[in-house]
């Protein structure tokens, strides 16, 4: 119930206007979102590479049916791009068809993201195409097939494991050699295409996860639960994988505790983090996945209201873990869409 109602609030433009309006809910967001230019996603992997993890940027923002915002969000990947080369950052980017220009004319999406792939070949920089709601799932495969048949080898995409036919998919991009990263899927969709139940999308996760680690190229593993990465540490072992041959994926501000014991332990390990003014609708699927995150943000909002500072000053009489009002990483745990 609360994760449909979260998902119907990041399609609500009324909903979307009183809440992006409220500065207290704009600075809870950025535990999830670190800002709205290009420089913050800079600093944000730059921080992740000191905490020797990978990164990916992703500029918020789907659907785009002007051609000067797809031609702007193009640019904004380019700079990207540049940046990432000249501060020799070990990140890459997501990019979503839409937001290219995919809903104007494939013409357009050809020139437009064109721009985007050559600069990705000249900095040799990977690029990875997010999956979106399953209105889109086969329309993105198509694109990306056309891209791969073209030639193009530094690219990759994502697939949902809540999806029904996920399995099938898995097998085609494994027979390609492309790239993939796996992860739940945040979006509500209809029984009759995906998957309701949580018991069968882990196993799904799992069954499908054991297909890319022995016969995909280098799969990117999405998600905060430890359900299916004890499942996947199993097969790893069982299966003497390459812990070179795959890395685990997780969200910016998600489970920060489980990203550091990943590495501890020899895993490599990608932050996904989004920017841009467009968080609103991100940030409400972030939050539909677990009620654990609306008890994050709730306890954000209090902070930074007035009561925050009452507040604080009694914790920081206490002698608790968050007796400096600090957040522990214990808090949200979702899964990336």
């Known amino acids: 119930m609360i994760?449909?109602?979260?998902l119907f609030l990041s399609e609500s433009p009324s909903a979307k206007k009183v809440l992006t309006g409220t500065p207290l809910t704009r600075s809870a967001s950025r535990r999830f979102v670190p800002g709205e230019e290009v420089n913050d996603v800079?600093?944000?992997?730059?921080?992740?590479?000191?905490?020797?993890?990978?990164?990916?940027?992703?500029?918020?923002?789907e659907s785009v049916t002007n051609r000067e915002q797809a031609r702007a969000a193009a640019d904004t990947y380019i700079q990207i791009l540049d940046r990432i080369h000249a501060?020799?950052?070990?990140?890459?980017?997501?990019?979503?068809?839409?937001?290219?220009?995919?809903?104007?004319d494939e013409a357009f999406l050809r020139?437009?993201?064109?721009?985007?792939?050559?600069?990705?070949?000249?900095?040799?920089?990977?690029?990875?195409?997010?999956?979106?709601?399953?209105?889109?799932?086969?329309?993105?495969?198509?694109?990306?097939?056309?891209?791969?048949?073209?030639?193009?080898?530094n690219i990759g995409v994502v697939l949902q494991a809540y999806l029904k036919r996920t399995a099938g998919d898995v097998r085609r991009m494994?027979?390609?050699?492309?790239?993939?990263?796996?992860?739940?899927?945040?979006?509500?969709?209809?029984?009759?295409?995906?998957y309701q139940d949580m018991r069968r999308i882990r196993e799904n996760f799992v069954e499908v996860t054991g297909w890319l680690l022995s016969e995909g190229r280098y799969p990117g593993i999405a998600t905060h639960d430890e359900e299916i990465i004890d499942e996947i540490l199993r097969y790893v072992e069982s299966h003497d994988i390459d812990l070179e041959a795959f890395e685990f994926q997780m969200l910016y501000g998600v489970r920060r505790d489980l990203q550091e014991g990943l590495l501890a332990q020899g895993f490599n390990v990608r932050v996904y983090?989004?920017?841009?003014?467009?968080?609103?609708?991100?940030?409400?699927?972030?939050?539909?996945?677990?009620?654990?995150?609306?008890?994050?943000?709730?306890?954000?909002?209090?902070?930074e209201s007035p009561l925050g500072a009452i507040w604080g000053r009694k914790?920081?009489?206490?002698?608790?873990?968050?007796?400096d009002g600090r957040p522990t990483d214990q808090d949200p745990r979702g899964d990336d869409g």
């Open 174 to 194: 494994n027979e390609l050699g492309a790239r993939v990263r796996i992860c739940k899927g945040a979006y509500a969709e209809p029984p009759d295409l995906a």
């Open 111 to 153: 020139e437009n993201l064109g721009r985007v792939l050559e600069k990705g070949a000249e900095t040799d920089t990977f690029i990875r195409f997010d999956m979106e709601g399953s209105d889109y799932t086969q329309r993105t495969l198509d694109a990306f097939e056309e891209l791969w048949a073209d030639g193009w080898r």
């Open 42 to 61: 800079i600093r944000a992997m730059g921080e992740a590479n000191e905490q020797r993890l990978s990164a990916t940027a992703n500029y918020l923002g």
């Open 87 to 104: 501060e020799k950052l070990d990140a890459n980017i997501s990019v979503k068809f839409t937001q290219m220009g995919q809903n104007i």
């Open 315 to 323: 914790r920081k009489r206490s002698s608790g873990p968050e007796a």
């Open 3 to 6: 994760r449909r109602g979260l």
């Open 273 to 303: 983090i989004p920017f841009g003014e467009k968080w609103y609708p991100y940030l409400m699927r972030r939050l539909a996945e677990r009620p654990e995150n609306v008890a994050f943000m709730v306890q954000s909002l209090v902070k």
